[in-house]
């Protein structure tokens, strides 16, 4: 079952700050984040792992909370280099991830 | 440290005719991936390698798909016949178990 993202498009001014979230219907072991830009390749931002912790990495953070099968992401103070679009990916203990269903992230000087 | 990389970047074939992707991952990287990502999609897994090992094949089409590592190193997925709606965007991605994955930057197939 392919998680849902949500909101499905973010439109931003620099120095605003975003959350995408991301739900799933099954019990998740981790959750990946990935941001893609347009004609590239995924890029991994980082990946939270069952214990319900919290990650940041500069101005980008994570929380997942596996009871609720949830996860999201956390941007702040937007830059224009984080447009692009978000996928979380699921692991729910299989050892391979389901990517959601993307969320569109534009930021606008 | 070298990044995934993949060949060819862009095909254009047509309906019925035969394809053929190559990636060389990560070195070290046990787990090898390839996705399909349709456009506006997230990527969706056709098969994953763990070393030579097949780990997961549940949803590659397997009709008319197929994929192998070979000596656990470098992979090729084929796919003959083409269809139109095999036209996406082809990613491999390697990994340590468990871990992130890394992708390369694609094979663009156009069918027509």
């Known amino acids: 079952q392919q998680p849902v993202q949500s909101p499905q498009a973010v439109i931003l001014r620099e120095g605003e700050d975003a959350v995408i979230n991301c739900s799933s219907s099954?019990?998740?072991?981790?959750v990946h984040w990935y941001r893609q830009k347009h004609g590239e390749a995924p890029v991994f931002l980082m990946i939270l792992l069952k214990g319900g912790e919290q990650k940041g990495h500069e101005k980008i953070s994570a929380s997942f909370n596996e009871k609720k099968q949830q996860s999201s992401l956390y941007l702040t103070a937007s830059q224009l280099s984080y447009s692009g679009t978000y996928f979380c990916g699921t692991d729910p203990n299989t050892d391979k991830l389901i990517f959601g269903t993307g969320t569109r992230l534009q930021v606008f000087p | 440290e070298a990044g995934v990389a993949q060949s060819p970047r862009y095909k254009i074939i047509e309906k019925r005719q035969s394809v053929a992707f190559w990636c060389n991952p990560i070195s070290g990287h046990a787990t090898l991936y390839w996705y399909q990502q349709i456009l506006g999609q997230g990527p969706k897994l056709l098969i994953q390698?763990?070393?030579?090992?097949?780990?997961?094949d549940s949803q590659l089409p397997k009709d008319r798909f197929s994929a192998e590592r070979l000596k656990g190193v470098d992979s090729t997925l084929k796919i003959q016949p083409a269809k139109l709606e095999d036209s996406a965007v082809y990613l491999c991605?390697?990994?340590?178990?468990?871990?992130?994955?890394?992708f390369g930057p694609g094979t663009r197939l156009t069918v027509l």
């Open positions: 099954k019990a998740l072991y981790s």
């Open positions: 390698f763990q070393n030579n090992g097949v780990v997961d």
């Open positions: 991605a390697s990994s340590f178990i468990r871990h992130e994955q890394f």
